[in-house]
């Protein structure tokens, strides 16, 4: 629908249905792709030869919440958190990634970031990784909106069959990635080993390291060492 404007009814003269709308989105999220795949090639023809890494951040946008935006058009109706305007659909794009851009590493941009803290003190709890997430994650009736981001991204690496790392969100301060409810930087780096293996991660990053040699954190380079060699 050339020219068509997301929350529009109707798109040269005729109504747009929650179908047309969803069609749309998916070709706006696999624009972004395309260009990802733009910069691969470059990255290619330049004779890298390495891993491709993409960060992931948070869930994107989820199976419901998408059939809700679609039904209203797109009109900003279950964007959850800004992941339906950026084009962020995991379900659909790793998929679609995984078929174009060789040695795609998918990079988790929050482990035990605010949603895992929250996800934990459920019962049960629905923050760590299980087996079955890949196919539960996009069955009707699966609470994902409950889950942790790590849980719910590693799911969507899982189903396109792509490796995946991660790295903590930093410490709950001014520009990280951290809330006002994260876990601090010292309990992030203690639990994350932890969720790293549970979600079958290659690797574990620390993000604003720099924080260890601070000791207004409470945490060392000597803490990590010890909760990565467990």
């Known amino acids: 629908m050339p020219g068509w404007i997301p929350g529009q009814r109707t798109w040269q003269g005729r109504a747009v249905t929650a179908a047309s709308a969803r069609t749309w989105s998916q070709w706006y999220s696999r624009s972004l792709t395309s260009a990802l795949r733009s910069q691969h090639d470059a990255l290619r023809a330049a004779r890298?030869?390495?891993?491709?890494?993409?960060?992931?951040?948070?869930?994107?946008?989820?199976?419901?919440?998408?059939?809700?935006?679609?039904?209203?058009l797109l009109n900003g109706t279950g964007d959850r958190d800004g992941s339906l305007g950026r084009g962020l659909n995991y379900?659909?794009?790793?998929?679609v990634l995984a078929g174009s851009v060789s040695k795609l590493v998918i990079d988790l941009t929050g482990i035990d970031d605010g949603s895992a803290v929250l996800a934990r003190r459920l019962s049960p709890p629905q923050d760590a990784c299980q087996d079955g997430d890949p196919a539960a994650s996009v069955a009707s009736g699966t609470r994902v909106d409950l889950w942790s981001n790590q849980r719910f991204a590693r799911a969507q690496a899982a189903r396109?069959?792509?490796?995946?790392?991660?790295?903590?969100?930093?410490p709950p301060a001014a520009q990280t990635g951290g809330t006002s409810y994260s876990d601090s930087l010292a309990d992030q780096i203690a639990r994350s080993p932890a969720y790293a293996r549970g979600c079958r991660l290659a690797a574990l990053l620390v993000a604003f390291?720099?924080?260890?040699?601070?000791?207004?954190?409470?945490?060392?380079?000597?803490?990590?060492r010890r909760a990565v060699l467990g």
Not at 48 to 72: C, E, I, M
Not at 160 to 170: K, Y
């Open 160 to 170: 396109a069959n792509l490796p995946a790392v991660g790295e903590n969100p930093g």
């Open 209 to 224: 390291e720099w924080a260890m040699d601070d000791p207004r954190f409470g945490v060392t380079r000597d803490d990590y």
């Open 48 to 72: 890298y030869a390495g891993q491709v890494h993409l960060p992931a951040p948070g869930k994107g946008v989820l199976p419901a919440d998408l059939t809700t935006a679609s039904n209203a």
């Open 91 to 95: 379900p659909d794009e790793f998929g």
